[in-house]
């Protein structure tokens, strides 16, 4: 995969954020490292490796089950928000 300055220049734009020249070049360079290195990966011979589902041959045992341990009120939740309407909280708008 090949990025280009455009590419990074709309990406920028909608995620709202102000790139500088330098900063661009840095970001192109650093991708170019990155999928070098990717690519690699492709060098690997991995024909006598049998595919694998989980990564670990044992499960995992030390994982405790999720237990409840204390629930908030809705009150409780909503008391330090700024604004909320009914059940919910009131956020600024980030997206046009």
Partial sequence: MKLNREQIIKLS???MFEL???EIDNILKEFETFNHQV???QTIDTTEVEPMVYP???PTTFLRD???VSELSLEAVLLNAP???DEYFVVPKVVD
């Fill in 20 to 22: 500088t020249e330098d």
């Fill in 83 to 85: 604004e909320s309407v």
């Fill in 56 to 58: 670990f041959e044992n």
């Fill in 13 to 15: 734009k909608n995620l």
């Fill in 39 to 41: 690519m690699g990966f």
């Fill in 66 to 68: 999720d237990e409840e």
